[in-house]
């Protein structure tokens, strides 16, 4: 136990300057008589003013001169002088023998005169009466003490019973916190900020998503990311998140670090990032790892790569798995595999499992999957979805499904949003289409694109078109070029039944999956912009979609050019549609070798044209095949 205080407190000069009983000048104050002294006069002087007043047998003079020894450390010279002046009915000097008798291991014999200067009233004696009890786990000894020294005004008696309360799970431990926290006690502050933040822990950065270019997802499959805006409730939320950062902002100025850090996430999630860096500094200055590594990542959010690594490497240093994974990404980034795969075991060994997983992905995007295979197990062991996910994907990969399956299911029900996805996948391969569908539907509930097309094109072969539009927009707003096609041709099909095509919405989802590649819509916006007359537009849209293997766009750009005079070349778009099973195109070829002459050229494309339809198609290239075949055997 440190010295504590009554009347008047001991600042670090050692001056005595007459203050409340409330503990702002350390975390356990000295205690002393009432005295006043020039600001200049020094230590010894003081002393030896004490000495003399206290060999007359001045009372407050031996108080004050135990309490200065003592708080030097000088315990032997500072015994008498206590016990004289608690003899004489000093209740300060009570409490620091007291204090005295702690520090030498008299435990029990220093509560007695914690007692005696409790009952007198030193607030500051009940305070360590109350730990003394707490310490020795009775807590309602302990509580009756404390509430004693925090109902007498005294700072630390009032945290100690706030924390007291809080490790009971009282309510009434924030009106104690915040008693100790408005009298300057710093600790105080930063806990009665934490009760009252509503936003919770701070977001744990760097975990799935900083791993730059190794953030893959396996061969099933994509996630769908949803983030916190981080923006406080309204209301009575709203007021409290205020005031935590009020009080974020009291204990930060006053030098706590966890405090600094946490009104730096505060800000950061508010947009305020220049502050927040500030916080953080300080925090990172202060030895918080967690402070460096948030840091580190606004510097690298702001093209400063360098400052970045070099606040990470301190945080991972100190045992900051995030920052050391942050350093893997970096330097894997950089192609620096090894330094990458350093920093990532580093991770590792610091308790974070995302370094195995790294690694694991690490290897994959090395070409050495069945490397990375040990690591993704040692993550999904212990309780990494991502890494349950990728351990599956490669079994699944192996052929091994009976292995791929367990581990779907654990990383699904842990909240994987592929892993929820991929067992659709598996499901539909086996044929348990209810089953399959189950689990598209909870991927699609969380967000994930590609589940809720699957869920869409089962609603639009069962029928229920208004659910079918429901996921098929939900997959195109995530970037899927096939639903916005779908989507498309939904609308298309309902304004045809209601008489005409819906111009504006119908287009604009075919265009946006023509700009994604969707070959299919390619081909159909070339058609639009043939239909108004846009022959050069039409052109390259069916150019774009021929190119990326349509079979309808190749043939689309051979009548195209063909129209414009430019028969050979559209021959060879024709005969590239043909190829690909085209019969209409294949047809086209039959006739331009029928007209100048090329029978067997001719007939080879009319058996084509039969073979690949439509039907219409093929009676008439069999008609054609007929007469070729009669001017072949004429």
């Given amino acids: 136990m440190a010295l504590m205080g009554d009347k008047a407190r001991l600042l670090e000069t ?23 002294e020039a600001a200049d006069t020094s230590d010894a002087v003081i002393e030896s003013e004490y000495r003399r007043a206290a060999e007359t047998g001045d009372t407050a003079s031996m108080s004050a001169l135990g309490a200065l020894l003592l708080r030097r450390g000088d315990l032997d010279s500072a015994e008498p002088y206590l016990r004289s002046a ?28 914690w007692r005696i200067a409790a009952v007198a009233g030193s607030a500051a004696a009940a305070h360590a009466l109350g730990r003394h009890y707490r310490e020795r786990g009775d807590e309602p000894a302990a509580e009756y003490w404390l509430r004693q020294s925090a109902e007498s005004g005294h700072c630390l008696g009032a945290y100690a019973l706030a924390d007291l309360l809080e490790h009971r799970g009282d309510g009434d431990a924030e009106r ?39 953030d893959e997802r396996g061969v099933l499959g994509e996630s769908a990311a949803a983030t916190d805006t981080g923006r406080f409730a309204a209301g009575p939320e709203r007021s409290r998140a205020a005031e935590a950062e009020q009080w974020y902002r009291q204990a930060a100025a006053r030098g706590h670090r966890r405090a600094a850090l946490h009104l730096g996430t505060l800000l950061e999630e508010r947009g305020d990032t220049q502050e927040a860096g500030r916080w953080y500094l300080c925090a990172a200055k202060g030895g918080e790892a967690r402070a460096a590594c948030a840091l580190g990542f606004l510097l690298r959010d702001a093209g400063d790569d360098e400052s970045a690594a070099e606040w990470w490497r301190r945080a991972a240093q100190d045992g900051d798995g995030n920052a050391a994974n942050a350093l ?91 892993a929820a996805f991929n067992l659709g996948i598996l499901y539909a391969g086996r044929g348990e289409d209810r089953t399959a569908h189950q689990w598209y539907e909870r991927a699609a509930a969380a967000g994930h694109t590609e589940a809720a097309l699957q869920v869409a094109i089962v609603h639009l072969r069962e029928g229920d078109l208004a659910a079918a ?6 997959a195109a707003d995530g970037g899927s070029a096939e639903a916005a096609f779908r989507l498309a ?90 190829e690909a099973g085209h019969g209409r195109a294949a047809l086209r070829l039959a006739l331009l070798a029928a007209r100048r002459g090329a029978l067997a050229e001719g007939h080879r494309w009319c058996a084509r044209a039969v073979e690949s339809g439509p039907p219409e198609v093929a009676q008439r290239a069999a008609r ?10 004429a």
């Fill in 14 to 36: 050692g001056r005595l300057v007459h203050a409340p009983d409330d503990g702002r000048a350390s975390e356990m104050p000295l205690d002393a008589m009432d005295a006043a």
């Fill in 86 to 113: 608690t003899a004489a009915g000093d209740r300060a000097a009570a409490n620091n023998l007291g204090v005295l008798l702690h520090q030498r291991g008299y435990a029990d014999e220093a509560a007695d005169w």
């Fill in 176 to 214: 104690w916190f915040r008693a100790a926290a408005e009298r300057g006690h710093r600790e105080a502050a930063y806990r009665l900020a934490r009760a009252l933040d509503v936003r919770g822990t701070p977001t744990e950065r760097g975990l799935l998503d900083e791993r730059g270019v190794l």
């Fill in 328 to 418: 893997g990404a970096l330097h894997a980034d950089r192609g620096e595999t090894q330094t990458a795969e350093r920093w990532y075991r580093a991770a590792l060994e610091a308790g974070d499992v995302n370094g195995a997983y790294n690694i694991g992905l690490l290897c994959a995007e090395q070409g050495r999957a069945g490397l990375g295979e040990p690591w993704y197990r040692k993550a999904a062991y212990a309780g990494h979805r991502e890494a349950a996910n990728a351990l599956a994907v490669l079994l699944l990969q192996r052929g091994d499904s009976a292995g791929a399956e367990p581990w779907f299911s654990k990383a699904a029900e842990a909240g994987s949003v592929d």
């Fill in 469 to 474: 539009e429901r996921h098929l927009r939900c």
């Fill in 489 to 578: 041709d939904l609308l298309d099909r309902r304004a045809g039944e209601t008489g005409g095509r819906d111009d504006n919405e119908s287009t604009r989802w075919y265009e946006r999956a023509a700009h994604q590649g969707h070959r299919r819509a390619q081909v159909r916006v070339g058609m639009f912009a043939a239909a108004r007359g846009d022959v050069v537009e039409a052109a390259q849209w069916y150019r774009a979609a021929a190119e990326a293997g349509s079979r309808n766009g190749a043939f689309n750009l051979g009548l195209l050019l063909a129209r414009e005079g430019s028969l050979p070349e559209a021959a060879l778009w024709w005969t590239r549609a043909a």
């Fill in 624 to 633: 054609l095949l007929e007469a070729l075949q009669e001017e072949l055997t």
